[in-house]
């Protein structure tokens, strides 16, 4: 089993820039989550796709970012205009289902540089 | 606001030791998860709690939780280097809006 896949990595761009994150979770996994981690808040979520369809993005931080699930292969998570801010590890994770009390599969995370 | 905090923020320990961190929480649960993190690396499920369980083994690993007191906590029995890493208890009202707290860094001595 592959795990979930995050792309890039390491992304360093400067301030005003897109960024698009890129998340592939485990397969037949019906949940996806987007999390922030930072020295300063830890760790948050910022949104939760069910089958695709976003339940929950009040954890997103303000219209620059946007986040999509276009099938259950893939996901996206972008930020535009970028801001020094925005600098964080961003970390996607998969479950197997929500009310099974799954457990959470992270992917090995994002780590974002906004100069 | 994180829903779980972990008690104490850093634990330095020598290999063969045991480690105990805590958890403590604010609202009503569903489970308790608690997730380790190696440096540089992604969190990975350790174990879960559910709401009418007291204690749970995997391994090297204890798990309690108290929800008379909100609390839980993580033992990892004779420790070693590879457990060094930042240990998360996680937290919730309902099955997908996970809260981490801010973990405990544990260092396991050689």
């Known amino acids: 089993d592959a795990g979930v896949i995050q792309s890039p990595r390491h992304e360093v761009t400067e301030m005003g820039q897109e960024v698009t994150l890129r998340c592939k979770p485990i397969?037949?996994?019906?949940?996806l989550f987007w999390y922030r981690q930072t020295m300063m808040r830890g760790l948050e979520l910022l949104i939760y796709?069910?089958?695709?369809?976003?339940?929950?993005d009040s954890g997103m931080p303000e219209d620059r970012f946007s986040a999509k699930m276009p099938n259950a292969s893939f996901s996206t998570l972008k930020i535009q205009p970028s801001e020094p801010r925005d600098s964080a590890v961003y970390f996607c994770?998969?479950?197997?289902?929500?009310?099974?009390?799954?457990?959470?599969?992270f992917g090995e995370g994002s780590r974002l540089t906004v100069l | 606001s994180q829903q779980g905090e972990e008690d104490p923020q850093a634990l330095s320990i020598q290999e063969g030791e045991n480690a105990t961190m805590n958890c403590s929480y604010k609202?009503?649960?569903?489970?308790l998860q608690w997730y380790r993190q190696n440096s540089g690396r992604g969190l990975v499920h350790l174990i879960l709690?559910?709401?009418?369980?007291r204690e749970k083994h995997s391994g090297r690993l204890r798990v309690t939780l108290d929800t008379s007191k909100k609390s839980s906590s993580l033992l990892i029995t004779a420790s070693r280097a590879a457990d060094t890493a930042s240990y998360f208890c996680?937290?919730?009202?309902?099955?997908?809006?996970?809260?981490f707290g801010a973990g405990t860094t544990v260092t396991v001595r050689a």
């Open positions: 796709f069910n089958n695709n369809v976003p339940i929950d």
């Open positions: 709690i559910r709401s009418n369980e």
């Open positions: 609202t009503s649960i569903n489970n």
């Open positions: 397969s037949g996994h019906n949940s």
């Open positions: 996680a937290t919730g009202p309902n099955d997908y809006k996970l809260s």
């Open positions: 994770a998969s479950s197997l289902a929500i009310g099974s009390y799954g457990e959470l599969f």
